[in-house]
Nanobody
């Protein structure tokens, strides 16, 4: 059974920080581009950041300089360090594992991030 288990969401004041974690099964994680997406109420799900197996990173413009994505291949875990959080960052954050060669695309259950002003 494929599992992406997210943790680390919560309530934080504007300007604060949170770190999200997503633990994946080994068979999925090793070959996957790992990503974090978010979805706010009434809005489409959008990419926040992604990281390839070799460490190539892509950030959405709205998080550059504030968020950092990283992966620990020994722990099969991807992280999203979020600093300088703003109310507009409030959303459900989803972990994603994608492999275009083996054609899989899996999602975690989501973790709520709420930033109060």
């Amino acid at each position: 059974q494929v599992q992406l288990v997210e943790s680390g969401g919560g309530l934080v004041q504007a300007g604060g920080s949170l770190t999200l974690s997503c633990a994946a099964s080994r068979s999925i994680f090793a070959g996957a581009v790992m990503g974090w997406y978010r979805q706010a109420p009434g809005k489409q799900r959008e990419l926040v950041a992604s990281i390839t197996t070799s460490g190539g990173i892509n950030y959405a413009d709205f998080v550059k300089g504030r968020f950092t994505i990283s992966r620990d291949n020994a722990k099969n875990t991807v992280y999203l360090q979020m600093n300088s959080l703003q109310p507009e960052d409030s959303a459900v954050y989803y972990c994603n594992a994608r492999n275009d060669v083996f054609k899989y695309n899996y999602w975690g259950q989501g973790t709520q991030v709420t930033v109060s002003s």
